[in-house]
């Protein structure tokens, strides 16, 4: 059976002090150890979050990373760095990286290789736009995206270390949810597309994650799928919504 995994994306939102705020205000109301709960802070509210997190069940997760390991990148944070706030999972390719910042599925997978060889794990988001939906091309690209961003990743760490999130980009911050039975049709896609690389057993074990406006009312119907494993969730994760996904019923 695999263990449930919500993720509160918070994006560019909350000062460090706001940040400890909200969190303070949540997190005695997290009552469930059936499912792994993580908070993704902005970088300047990491260190913060980590000391209440220090010894708490819910883990610490990082929006993004570079690859390199330090150096003339102006802006950029290193792995080592993320460790070094006892960084516990990194959402990468989030479709807003690939977007304004033209990441590419190459750099995602520089991404995802990095964070795995040092300890965390990675988030690795894929998704659909709504003309690639729309043209049925949604299976090819999210395809892609698996396969180039998991590149030479064993199946070992795939199957240990990597956490999957679906996130059509028509749903996210729109309103706009994903039916359960799309976002189950694509993430029983993406299980098959795992099998067909690395076996059954991995494809089994690893989780995935669906993302794109995730709320408290939805959240039961999403949940509940066979294939979805979790929740990457943005402006709910915000809110005392969050607390509500993360104590959903099953």
């Known amino acids: 059976m695999r263990k449930k995994i919500i993720a509160g994306n918070w ?67 290193s792995v080592d760095m993320l460790n070094a706030l006892n960084v516990e999972y990194c959402i990468v390719g989030h479709s807003e990286r690939r977007q304004y910042f033209n990441e590419t599925n190459l750099d995602v997978n520089k991404k995802v290789k990095v964070l795995i060889e040092k300890g965390i794990k990675p988030i690795l988001c894929v998704g659909e736009t709504l003309e690639e939906r729309n043209e049925n091309k949604l299976f090819e690209k999210v395809e892609l995206q ?28 729109t309103g706009v949810t994903a039916t359960s039975a799309q976002a189950e049709e694509m993430c029983a896609y993406i299980r098959k597309v795992i099998a067909q690389i690395y076996g059954e057993n991995v494809s089994e074990s690893v989780r995935i994650q669906y993302g794109g406006s995730v709320n408290a009312k939805n959240a039961n119907e999403l949940l509940n799928m066979d294939n979805i494993d979790g929740a990457l969730v943005g402006g709910a994760a915000l809110t005392n919504d969050f607390v509500a996904i993360v104590n959903y019923e099953n």
């Open 146 to 173: 698996i396969k180039e961003g998991l590149l030479d990743v064993s199946a070992e760490d795939v199957k240990n270390n990597v956490v999957i999130a679906y996130e059509p980009i028509w749903a996210i911050g």
């Open 11 to 77: 994006k560019m939102n909350y000062t460090a002090s706001q940040a400890e705020d909200f969190l303070l205000s949540i997190l005695d109301l997290i009552n469930t150890d059936e499912v792994d709960v993580v908070v993704c802070p902005n970088y300047t509210a990491l260190d913060r979050i980590q000391n209440i997190l220090d010894d708490k069940k819910v883990k610490l997760g990082a929006q993004n990373v570079y690859f390199e390991p330090k150096g003339a990148y102006t802006g950029e944070i």
